[in-house]
């Protein structure tokens, strides 16, 4: 049995309601998606670097893709100056952006194990660049996982500068990257 054609008719925003369904949709695939890419200190690591930060929630500006009534893929974009983290990170920054003069950030990108490999994180990605885009930004920004380079690569984003969030001694390797809207 093939799997049904999805589309950006299928992307909704996410309420309050599907947090929970979020988190444990995040918690899977950091550890079914991450341990490709990373040594097992760096994937443990990665929980308190990653995460649902609530406020894209609250904002409205993050989105969810169920299967079959299963949280199978999450993502969003903000306009407020965090580039990546959850409600349980450090040095998150909730001013906002400028859009004539700074990128939109794409946050939490998150596709379940189970899910993979049927375009809902191109689906997701594109519901935040086009809602971005309509908010009047000109670029997006993203702090990128290991895992989540070759897509936001296929998708024309660009490598800016890697960088590591450091957790204890172990450091998460993270690239910056941004495409033009």
């Known amino acids: 049995m093939t799997a049904p054609k999805l589309s950006l008719a299928d992307v909704r925003l996410a309420t309050e309601a599907d947090i929970p369904a979020v988190r444990a949709l995040m918690d899977a695939a950091i550890a079914g998606l991450l341990p490709a890419f990373l040594p097992p200190d760096a ?26 009534g299963v949280a199978a893929a999450c993502g969003g974009w903000s306009h407020r100056a965090t580039l ?3 409600d349980h990170s450090a040095g998150r920054d909730a001013a906002l952006l400028d859009p004539a003069t700074e990128p939109a950030r794409v946050r939490a990108m998150y596709t379940h194990p189970d899910f993979t490999r049927r375009g809902l994180g191109r689906l997701i990605l594109a519901a935040c660049e086009d809602a971005a885009r309509t908010a009047g930004f000109r670029r997006a920004q993203m702090a990128a996982t290991m895992a989540g380079v070759p897509l936001y690569e296929a998708c024309g984003y660009r490598a800016d500068e890697p960088f590591a969030s450091v957790v204890g001694e172990v450091a998460v390797p993270l690239l910056r990257m941004s495409k033009a809207l």
Do not use: P
């Open 43 to 68: 994937v443990a690591a990665s929980y308190a670097v990653m995460g649902l930060d609530t406020q894209l929630i609250a904002d409205r500006t993050y989105f969810l893709i169920e299967i079959g």
């Open 84 to 86: 990546f983290g959850g």
